[in-house]
């Protein structure tokens, strides 16, 4: 049981996606970001889990689970021949197979708020929640949001505030979700916030990885952490306070694009049933590359020995060309060091330049240099050099200037555990205790 001094303490939690440790040199040199190094902990070598998606990740920050245990394997359930913007995401808290910390905040009678937060669709435990979910399909955005969260919180947020955004177009949307964790901090004052910003993501997407797009996105996330950190000081609770500023994962500028399931249907492992008058012909598969970016899992039906022989050794005939952009076929063993889930024999990993692609249709290889697009994106190996992120965290407790040095993704939680002084369950990260003061 907590004190109720020990409650009056508060933790904001900024997941800014794709904040690398690319980006550090610049970062830190931001009034707002540069404030927060200088008073807080530290660190530019903050290692993902695998594969670097955000919603591995963000699933692996609120449990301190490896994918293994916490059973979030990709931002996407597999769904084959379904278009991308069609398909459905791990929306939804029952996804996670694992204990939150946002349950054991509840639990120990604090408040908590998510805005945009992932995989947090029926999130009960979280008072004033705006989970990050998307209308597909026809689907209406308002309701969804509405009927997966807390109706009332999300409908006077989108009131006061909605007409800041333009759908999901940035900078817009993260100029929406800094309002409302303003009004948050002022007017609900929960002990712990969590809140994603994704602009830098985005922005790396559809730009690359480098020029001076990156830069103006920092500015303004800068510009969004110190309206944050005034709305902490407006509401009087500044020295109750602590900031964990946090990046999931890193990204790599793309050039190729790999389509395994093209030569799959080549060989028949994907193919169109026999249809009957008047009916579409429907697409059915053996064995199935589903595209995680920089990484890619390799689906079989179960029991289909034969399909999976093919498929295998299509792939590994495939790779021993080095122009096909294999970097590694991981078998079990491989995964287990990895801490994938056990429901995957094997993964793919793609080199530096080349990125995959669900697609069965057109060519195996496709390159974007060739058709005037620029591309980045991110899933590879968290065990690549310099393939790391970013952790800020300053508060009352945290001591001053302190360099961290290596840490996980898995030690998130039972940090935010021990911030707040509140149990939790035994798991794969640990908290990083040499922060304290």
């Known amino acids: 049981m907590i004190t109720l001094a020990e409650k009056d ?77 069609d398909q459905d995401w791990h929306w939804f808290r029952e996804d996670i197979h694992s204990p939150t ?24 435990a979280i008072k004033y929640n705006i989970p990050e979910i998307r209308a597909v399909r026809g689907e209406n955005q308002a309701y969804k949001v509405l009927i997966n969260g807390s109706p009332l919180f999300s409908i006077a947020m989108e009131i006061k505030y909605g007409t800041h955004r333009k759908g999901i177009e940035q900078p817009y949307l993260d100029d929406f979700i800094t309002l409302c964790a303003i009004d948050t901090i002022k007017k609900k004052t929960p002990n712990l916030l969590l809140m994603h910003l994704i602009e830098l993501d985005d922005t790396k997407h559809l730009y690359g990885t480098k020029g001076p797009h990156i830069e103006e996105a920092i500015d303004r996330m800068d510009r969004r952490i110190g309206e944050i950190m005034q709305a902490v000081c407006d509401r009087g609770i500044e020295n109750k306070t602590t900031f964990l500023i946090v990046g999931d994962h890193g990204q790599l500028d793309v050039r190729y694009k790999i389509h395994l399931n093209t030569l799959f249907k080549k060989h028949g492992l994907i193919y169109e049933e026999e249809s009957y008058y008047g009916q579409t012909p429907q697409k059915n598969w053996r064995a199935y590359v589903q595209g995680a970016g920089g990484a890619a899992y390799v689906h079989f039906r179960p029991g289909d020995s034969e399909a999976r022989e ?99 993704v898995i030690d998130i939680a039972p940090t935010i555990t021990s911030i707040l002084n509140i149990p939790f369950h035994e798991c794969n990260g640990r908290a990083l205790k040499e922060i304290f003061l």
């Open 9 to 85: 303490q508060y933790l904001i939690v900024i997941s800014y996606d794709a904040f690398s440790k690319d980006n550090w040199d610049i970062a830190s040199k931001k009034p707002n970001l540069a404030k927060l190094i200088a008073n807080g902990a530290s660190t530019n070598r903050l290692k993902s889990v695998y594969p670097t998606l955000t919603y591995v990740i963000h699933s692996s920050y609120v449990t301190g689970m490896y994918p293994k245990t916490h059973k979030v394997y990709h931002n996407n359930p597999l769904q084959p021949f379904v278009p991308e913007k």
């Open 310 to 408: 093919l498929a295998m050794r299509i792939i590994y005939e495939f790779a021993t060309d080095e122009a096909n952009g294999i970097e590694a076929i991981y078998d079990r063993e491989m995964l287990d060091a990895l801490h994938v889930d056990d429901r995957f024999a094997f993964m793919l990993e793609a080199k530096e330049g080349y990125a995959f692609e669900d697609n069965d249709e057109g060519d195996i290889i496709t390159d974007l240099h060739a058709r005037g697009k620029v591309y980045a994106t991110h899933g590879y190996s968290p065990e690549r050099v310099d393939y790391t992120s970013n952790l800020i965290i300053s508060g009352p407790r945290i001591k001053k200037g302190f360099e961290i040095g290596e840490a996980c």
């Open 101 to 124: 910390v946002y349950e054991a905040a509840r639990q120990a009678d604090l408040t908590t708020a998510g805005i945009l937060w992932p995989v947090t669709g029926r999130a009960q």
